[in-house]
């Protein structure tokens, strides 16, 4: 507390801390709070003499706490400029680790961690959490003009990155960027960044930590006293200061935490699928847009197709690579039959053939480096069912496994040349031999 001058200031700076408080209410003004004053205090100081003690009284206990911010209004987030470290525990190295902290204007209650990188992912994640432990979502986020987070500063209209602009958008609130040259907007996080240097950071510089959640729980837990801790001049501390106002104002939270969304494009092919060329797989888009430019917004779990603004197309994300993920109405009825091909099916097809059929089509499919690779020669295979007898094709591919050549080529010399009505000895003793096909590959995996 400021040593009071006469009584009458004494008593005045002991209604300061109180009117700080509530000056942080929605509608509560200076005026408002001078009258309560000065009918409790008929002879005390009046409305100017007031203003200018409160502002003295401000700046000599903390100038940066006596700027009057409104609950729940804005959160403050920054980087810290020195870093602390992890160490590798396979070859021993030190990396570098960021310091974040995220703190809400009006009770100064703060949040801090540890992350890899400044880069937007990390950041995004980072602002994420600091929102999960307030429980709750302010009104507007306030970064400085780093650049996952600004992409172009202006005095009137920042360009803002998008993800964090689609982080805005899932948790319903606005990015308003610190304003260069602007000293005041920074000065919040800024002193609660020199303030955890001396509460955290110092308590951690020489210590050994080999992960980042090993390094983030030390962190939490000097957090924890530092929010607890009385505030300087004041009876209550951050956290008191949170609980008493500032925790209802902040918007509730989705129930979904946000994914970060990646974007590719692509044309749709005439099957109508496009390629996720991240993960060289296929999604199908309604057959009317074959042919037509499509964007694919992905994060880690779905996968949004769009058409000039439109989405068109919803999917789970499949991670494995050369697959089809088909919705079967998307497709012209043309096509239908060919989204429900699979390596099951065709081995279910081969074996209701005969077991050698059923053995042909699984060598062929191992044959392939990716089972759909071998769809169409299976599919060429199978229809000789129809085209030459159930009988010969049984005897065909009971040669081509003889032979140890797995593809439709061989099928087909085998059919044509007629080599499946002789027996596989005989054919050895006279000679004969199955054309030769260049375009044959070595066995691989199925799976």
């Not at 994420?128 to 172009?152: H, Q």
Request: include cysteine; hydrophobic fraction near 35%; charge should be positive.
């Amino acid at each position: 507390m400021v040593e009071a001058i006469n009584p009458k200031l004494q008593k005045l700076y002991e209604f300061f801390p109180q009117m700080e408080r509530e000056l942080k209410k929605v509608g509560v003004t200076v005026r408002h709070l001078w009258e309560h004053y000065n009918a409790a205090n008929p002879d005390g100081f009046q409305s100017s003499q007031f203003r200018h003690h409160y502002k003295i009284w401000g700046n000599k206990v903390n100038p940066v706490m006596h700027m009057n911010h409104k609950a729940g209004d804005k959160m403050y987030v920054d980087y810290a400029g020195k870093t602390l470290s992890i160490v590798d525990k396979d070859t021993g190295e030190i990396k570098d680790v960021q310091f974040f902290v995220a703190i809400l204007g009006a009770s100064q209650y703060t949040y801090a961690e540890a992350s890899m990188s400044q880069q937007k992912e990390d950041f995004v994640t980072s602002v994420e959490n600091a929102m999960r432990f307030f429980e709750g979502t302010p009104a507007a986020i306030v970064p400085d003009n780093l650049k996952s987070a600004v992409i172009k500063s202006s005095r009137f209209e920042p360009t803002i990155n998008e993800t964090l602009a689609d982080l805005a958008e899932h948790y319903e609130t606005t990015i308003l960027p610190a304003r260069a040259y602007k000293p005041r907007d920074k000065s919040l996080v800024e002193g609660a960044v020199k303030i955890l240097y001396r509460r955290i950071y110092v308590n951690l510089k020489d210590e050994k930590f080999f992960d980042l959640d090993e390094l983030n729980q030390q962190i939490w837990d000097l957090l924890d006293a530092h929010n607890n801790r009385k505030l300087t001049g004041r009876p209550y501390s951050r956290y008191e200061l949170f609980l008493e106002d500032e925790k209802e104002k902040l918007r509730a939270l989705p129930q979904e935490r946000f994914e970060i969304k990646y974007q590719s494009f692509a044309t749709v092919m005439q099957n109508g699928h496009v390629q996720l060329s991240q993960d060289k797989n296929y999604y199908s888009v309604p057959y009317q847009y074959v042919k037509k430019k499509a964007k694919l917004l992905y994060t880690k779990s779905t996968v949004e197709i769009y058409h000039k603004y439109n989405r068109i197309a919803t999917h789970t994300r499949n991670y494995k690579p050369y697959v089809y993920t088909t919705t079967p109405e998307h497709l012209a009825s043309t096509h239908q039959f060919v989204a429900q091909w699979s390596a099951s099916r065709f081995i279910e097809w081969g074996n209701s053939i005969d077991a050698l059929v059923g053995a042909y089509i699984i060598k062929i499919i191992e044959s392939r480096n990716h089972p759909e690779q071998a769809y169409k020669s299976c599919l060429g295979i199978l229809s000789y069912e129809k085209k030459v007898s159930k009988e010969r094709l049984i005897n065909a591919c009971k040669r081509a496994l003889d032979y140890k050549i797995y593809n439709f080529k061989t099928i087909q010399n085998i059919l044509e040349n007629n080599l499946d009505s002789i027996d596989f000895e005989d054919e050895q003793e006279q000679g004969q031999e199955l054309p030769k096909h260049g375009n044959i590959r070595g066995k691989h995996y199925f799976n």
